[in-house]
């Protein structure tokens, strides 16, 4: 009896299935979807930019890095103190809104090894342990203060991104129309490019020198040196012989450096983009979304009638140029855009740090009140001096190579 069983079942299903034609086709149709739909894949754009932006919240929390010493409290002390008294609506916004997109970045990292609950609860843990190390972090700055309500806010950040991105998995990782238009616009290794793009307008928030001059490092390590040897040391004068710009020869480096950071970064996010895709449209919208986060921030951080005081002569001159080279360009073969930008890039960033500073934008950074904004500054000052390095290693990463053998 136990033998037969088996086979009363299957007789029994046969007839089912020819009583019930339509279940034969609904098997069919099920088993056709599954094997049409793609298996779940990394995120690498995810994997890449979670580590990324835990360092511009580490960079944010702790600056400007100076005149650490030890108060005499442990640094978990701040964990049982009492809640602070003094507080603003605008402290816990910031802190709940920075630790939202770490939540989104570790749940879509951790994706497809972990989804639902578990991805959250890890998340979670992430986000406690680094916002823990940074209050921990803090007890040693006197110019910051731990306290248990901004490791709370941090906390809840974390958790809402953690949620959003749990709800937003099927949205920017599996099927949906986003991730259709990624496909068919972008080639497939991206990822690590559209971070760096990405980054690319806010890096225009801190006021520059020169329009797109990023990478100005040379007077960040004068500063360090002559802390360190207590004796004021200036390399860029070292390096040029104190060397004086007329006022044709800073309007000239002024149009090269906007010129270059304009073309380098543009042809970096063409040679992501594939044939069939709308590329002068997708060029020209990244090139305004940083024109307009400069206007903006320009605004905000000084007053609204200098909101285009970065729109000098020698900017318009280099945008014109810059366009204008992208133009000629841009559908050239990826390796020879990719080789190009990195190229560009390099001599910006030559050429930025080899420039003395405009006195006018001296002049015109003297009136600038950081206030509240002084941790966001930090980490946008950072971003602009780093973005070229960024820039660099997505251009130059051992991936495109690979794919060319």
Same mark, same amino acid.
């Given at each position: 009896?136990?033998?037969?069983?088996?086979?009363?079942?299957?007789?029994?299903?046969?007839?089912?299935?020819?009583?019930?034609?339509?279940?034969?086709?609904?098997?069919?149709?099920?088993?056709?979807?599954?094997?049409?739909?793609?298996?779940?894949?990394?995120?690498?754009?995810?994997?890449?930019?979670?580590?990324?932006?835990?360092?511009?919240?580490?960079?944010?929390?702790?600056?400007?890095?100076?005149?650490?010493?030890?108060?005499?409290?442990?640094?978990?002390?701040?964990?049982?103190?009492?809640?602070?008294?003094?507080?603003?609506?605008?402290?816990?916004?910031?802190?709940?809104?920075?630790?939202?997109?770490?939540?989104?970045?570790?749940?879509?990292?951790?994706?497809?090894?972990?989804?639902?609950?578990?991805?959250?609860?890890?998340?979670?843990?992430?986000?406690?342990?680094?916002?823990?190390?940074?209050?921990?972090?803090?007890?040693?700055?006197?110019?910051?203060?731990?306290?248990?309500?901004?490791?709370?806010?941090?906390?809840?950040?974390?958790?809402?991104?953690?949620?959003?991105?749990?709800?937003?998995?099927?949205?920017?990782?599996?099927?949906?129309?986003?991730?259709?238009?990624?496909?068919?616009?972008?080639?497939?290794?991206?990822?690590?490019?559209?971070?760096?793009?990405?980054?690319?307008?806010?890096?225009?928030?801190?006021?520059?020198?020169?329009?797109?001059?990023?990478?100005? =490092? $040379?007077?960040? @390590?004068?500063? %360090?040196?002559?802390?360190? !040897?207590?004796?004021?040391?200036?390399? #860029?004068?070292? *390096?040029?012989?104190?060397?004086?710009?007329?006022?044709?020869?800073?309007?000239?480096?002024?149009?090269?450096?906007?010129?270059?950071?304009?073309?380098?970064?543009?042809?970096?996010?063409?040679?992501?983009?594939?044939?069939?895709?709308?590329?002068?449209?997708?060029?020209?919208?990244?090139?305004?979304?940083?024109?307009?986060?400069?206007?903006?921030?320009?605004?905000?951080?000084?007053?609204?009638?200098?909101?285009?005081?970065?729109?000098?002569?020698?900017?318009?001159?280099?945008?014109?140029?810059?366009?204008?080279?992208?133009?000629?360009?841009?559908?050239?073969?990826?390796?020879?855009?990719?080789?190009?930008?990195?190229?560009?890039?390099?001599?910006?960033?030559?050429?930025?740090?080899?420039?003395?500073?405009?006195?006018? =934008? $001296?002049?015109? @950074?003297?009136? %600038?009140?950081?206030?509240? !904004?002084?941790?966001?500054?930090?980490? #946008?000052?950072? *971003?602009?001096?780093?973005?070229?390095?960024?820039?660099?290693?997505?251009?130059?990463?051992?991936?495109?190579?690979?794919?060319?053998?």
């Amino acid at each position: 009896m136990i033998l037969l069983a088996p086979a009363c079942a299957s007789v029994e299903n046969k007839r089912h299935n020819l009583q019930n034609p339509g279940s034969i086709l609904s098997n069919e149709q099920n088993q056709e979807a599954a094997a049409l739909e793609p298996p779940a894949r990394r995120s690498t754009f995810a994997r890449v930019g979670l580590p990324m932006y835990a360092f511009l919240i580490a960079y944010a929390s702790l600056y400007p890095f100076t005149n650490w010493r030890n108060i005499g409290l442990l640094p978990w002390d701040f964990v049982l103190m009492p809640m602070p008294h003094y507080w603003t609506g605008f402290d816990v916004g910031t802190n709940i809104a920075g630790y939202i997109p770490f939540g989104m970045l570790a749940v879509f990292a951790l994706y497809p090894r972990l989804r639902g609950i578990p991805a959250v609860i890890v998340a979670i843990l992430c986000g406690m342990l680094l916002s823990g190390g940074m209050e921990a972090a803090q007890t040693f700055l006197p110019k910051r203060v731990s306290s248990n309500l901004d490791f709370l806010t941090n906390v809840a950040g974390t958790c809402l991104g953690a949620v959003a991105g749990v709800l937003l998995t099927r949205a920017f990782l599996e099927q949906s129309r986003l991730l259709q238009l990624r496909r068919a616009w972008f080639v497939p290794e991206a990822g690590r490019g559209l971070i760096v793009i990405g980054l690319w307008p806010l890096a225009q928030i801190y006021p520059q020198a020169y329009l797109f001059g990023h990478g100005q =490092f $040379i007077p960040i @390590l004068s500063g %360090w040196l002559s802390a360190l !040897f207590e004796t004021p040391i200036d390399l #860029a004068a070292l *390096l040029t012989h104190d060397m004086q710009l007329t006022v044709q020869e800073y309007w000239l480096a002024e149009t090269l450096i906007t010129a270059c950071g304009l073309s380098g970064a543009l042809l970096g996010f063409s040679c992501l983009l594939r044939k069939q895709s709308p590329r002068a449209v997708l060029i020209l919208l990244v090139a305004a979304t940083a024109i307009a986060v400069k206007l903006l921030a320009n605004a905000l951080l000084f007053t609204p009638a200098n909101a285009l005081a970065w729109l000098t002569p020698g900017a318009r001159g280099g945008i014109l140029l810059g366009l204008l080279m992208v133009a000629g360009l841009r559908y050239a073969p990826q390796t020879v855009q990719r080789r190009l930008a990195a190229f560009i890039l390099l001599i910006s960033l030559i050429i930025i740090n080899l420039v003395p500073s405009n006195p006018y =934008f $001296i002049a015109t @950074l003297q009136s %600038w009140i950081q206030g509240k !904004f002084l941790n966001f500054n930090g980490a #946008a000052h950072f *971003l602009s001096v780093c973005w070229p390095l960024f820039a660099l290693w997505f251009l130059l990463h051992p991936a495109h190579r690979v794919k060319h053998q």
